[in-house]
């Protein structure tokens, strides 16, 4: 029988997938706050949320705003409105990556730059963020997949949706 040789059919220009970083490890004791963020255009009207559950949640405005923005901001109201242990559910990568990954380190070694070095979007948003989060010690982030049925998500989504227009 015949040997044959396998060789790649992959590309030399491709790129290798990273495997994916695992999420934050919850705290004892953590409550799931899920947030979301809304805009209609972008920039253009916002809405931002929070919900530990349908009976408690919270939700505010900005105008002008962008999506970015109001994803970070539902964050940062949620982390500030409740004590105790906290695991922020969001559907930005962005936001999540930020602390799963440790972004935020980088962006405060290199004066709130990016590693362009350019000025980091939002930074009146994520300064405060990131600084609640450090002095607490009990808030770590995973992500929910936006708009795919998942109960607490589309809540949140839809009083985004609402603050922004109201």
Do not use: A, L
């Given at each position: 029988m015949p040997t044959t040789s396998r060789s790649s059919s992959r590309p030399s220009s491709a790129r290798t997938r990273r495997p994916a970083k695992p999420a934050m490890v919850a705290p004892p004791g953590a409550r799931q706050v899920f947030t979301d963020g809304a805009c209609s255009g972008n920039p253009g009207p916002g809405g931002w949320a929070w919900a530990l559950d349908t009976a408690v949640h919270a939700s505010g405005a900005e105008r002008p705003s962008t999506n970015q923005r109001?994803?970070?901001r539902a964050a940062l109201e949620a982390v500030l409105a409740l004590?105790?242990?906290l695991v922020?559910?969001?559907?930005?990568?962005?936001?999540?990556h930020c602390f799963r990954d440790a972004w935020w380190k980088g962006w405060r070694q290199r004066g709130?730059?990016?590693?362009a070095r350019k000025p980091v979007a939002n930074r009146d948003l994520w300064e405060p963020l990131v600084d609640a989060v450090e002095a607490r010690g009990d808030v770590?982030?995973?992500w929910v997949k936006g708009h795919s049925g998942h109960?607490?998500?589309?809540?949140?989504?839809?009083l985004a949706v609402a603050a922004s227009k109201g």
């Open positions: 109001m994803e970070i004590e105790g242990p922020v559910v969001s559907d930005s990568t962005y936001v999540v709130w730059t990016n590693t770590v982030f995973h109960p607490m998500n589309d809540f949140v989504d839809r």
